[in-house]
């Protein structure tokens, strides 16, 4: 993927609203309309320049894990738990970044709004023709199948944003307990909070998922619990039991449950793909950790080669 640089976004920049320390952004592209929610930590003594820099590289896990809890964020709607982007339509970049709370500086604020749209980046591509970011959806063709199901179902609805947040709560301590480290994931996408309330209540429910709103976005929601699963290092055999159960509970036949299964792999290898080309190059050990786990998660290496070719193809790279 290229550089991101803020002077290429601002068409992309639809609203801002900064609360205490963080950011919540709106990016629209500017061909389709299509709209994305972020957020980012405002940093003090982190500007641009700071953002731009490439100094640390990032594990395998952590890219995946970034990767996958931005579709979350935007699937919950940020509505869950208070997690509201607000959708100011129309206003200024710099009219929209009133100061609240801590005192942050234009150039620290613009770096937050950089790193919210660097956390949705594998929702758009760079058109170098036009010197923009524009949606997926303007290259349909290279597309992964997980972005063509969200894209198509959309998890919209209040209550069914409830049941997915239950169901990646359940998911995630599959095997009876949650960790620090699975707390401190979800609590990227949702309230601790509200992660403490539904862990140490009952699981979701054959009625809870029954309830659901008929039709695809049952899909698109036990894709988006099966990509969660897969960014872990070990997927335990008690997550693809749980993961089995969600299916049945929601009415989705085993055919089209494995179809959801593989996009959602394949979409995780396609997010690792950040981790095999930092700055657009290729790094072979990288590239091999990459294969490695692709095979783990049940992946051939021919299908491993197309995602990487499509995530090239994509971003332009040779």
Request: charged letters at 25%; proline letters at 3%; one cysteine or more.
């Amino acid at each position: 993927m290229p550089a991101i640089k803020f002077e290429d976004i601002q068409k992309n920049i639809e609203s801002t609203r900064q609360d205490g320390s963080v950011m919540y952004c709106v990016f629209k592209c500017p061909v389709t309309g299509n709209k994305v929610e972020s957020q980012a930590t405002i940093q003090e003594g982190r500007g641009l320049a700071d953002v731009a820099k490439k100094s640390v590289k990032r594990s395998l896990f952590w890219r995946l894990r970034y990767g996958v809890s931005s579709v979350v964020r935007s699937a919950l709607g940020y509505g869950l738990a208070g997690r509201v982007a607000g959708d100011v339509a129309g206003a200024a970049v710099q009219g929209a970044m009133q100061k609240q709370g801590p005192s942050f500086s234009d150039d620290e604020k613009n770096a937050a709004v950089l790193q919210a749209f660097e956390s949705v980046a594998s929702r758009f591509n760079f058109d170098s023709k036009n010197g923009q970011w524009i949606s997926s959806d303007a290259a349909a063709d290279l597309m992964t199948d997980f972005a063509v199901q969200l894209n198509n179902a959309p998890v919209s609805q209040n209550y069914d944003r409830g049941v997915l947040a239950h169901m990646l709560v359940g998911v995630a301590m599959a095997d009876g307990q949650l960790g620090d480290e699975e707390k401190a994931f979800l609590s990227g996408f949702m309230e601790s909070s509200k992660v403490d309330s539904l862990a140490s209540g009952p699981p979701v429910s054959g009625a809870d998922l029954a309830e659901v709103s008929r039709g695809p976005v049952r899909d698109t929601m036990l894709m988006i619990a099966w990509g969660l699963a897969c960014t872990d290092k070990d997927l335990a055999e008690s997550e693809i039991s749980r993961l089995s159960e969600l299916a049945k509970g929601l009415g989705i036949e085993e055919t089209r449950a494995q179809e959801l299964k593989a996009h959602a792999i394949k979409f995780v290898i396609d997010q690792a793909m950040e981790h095999v080309y930092p700055d657009q190059k290729l790094d072979p050990t990288a590239q091999a950790e990459v294969y490695q786990f692709a095979k783990l998660l049940g992946l051939s290496r021919e299908d491993a080669e197309r995602v990487e070719i499509r995530y090239r193809k994509r971003n332009g790279l040779i």
